[in-house]
């Protein structure tokens, strides 16, 4: 991480803290309202609804190593949340794809994140919350 002038070595930045903050409060949402974690959701997310994917394309998708997938796939398997099947093509690859209830906690945690999304920006006038989408829409496009 980078220094900023004039702040402490180990202390965040405001907007990585607030990006650590908002990930830790979904987490927690996610876990009470669906009872799985933004990590499963976040492969939820990046499985098509109706195709299977590789485990290696879900990795690449989220930026995650392949180790990393592999093991919340096999505790989402294990929970009954996706469904994992050899490639009929490459016997050393498995195509994941979601489950029904895979697909129903999936569909809860939208609902769940999109409620804590308007709750967290009623607290702004429409004016700043529409501003301050804006601008998140211009970080995510530098990105």
Same mark, same amino acid.
């Given at each position: 991480m980078a220094k900023e002038i004039g702040q402490?070595?180990?202390q965040l930045t405001p907007l990585l803290s607030l990006?650590?903050?908002l990930q830790q409060s979904a987490d927690e949402l996610l876990a009470d309202k669906c009872g799985a974690g933004l990590s499963q959701i976040r492969i939820l997310?990046?499985?098509d609804k109706s195709i299977? /994917?590789?485990q290696s394309h879900v990795a690449h998708s989220l930026g995650q190593t392949e180790a990393n997938v592999s093991r919340q796939l096999r505790a989402m398997k294990k929970d009954g949340l996706v469904h994992i099947v050899k490639n009929k093509k490459d016997? /050393?690859? /498995?195509?994941?794809s979601l489950s029904p209830k895979g697909y /129903?906690?999936?569909a809860k945690a939208e609902q769940a994140l999109s409620h804590h999304e308007k709750g967290l920006l009623s607290t702004m006038s429409r004016s700043e919350a529409r501003d301050f989408q804006d601008q998140?829409?211009?970080l995510l496009h530098i990105l």
């Open positions: 402490r070595t180990g990006v650590w903050k997310a990046a499985l299977p /994917r590789s016997h /050393r690859q /498995r195509d994941v /129903r906690i999936y998140i829409g211009s």
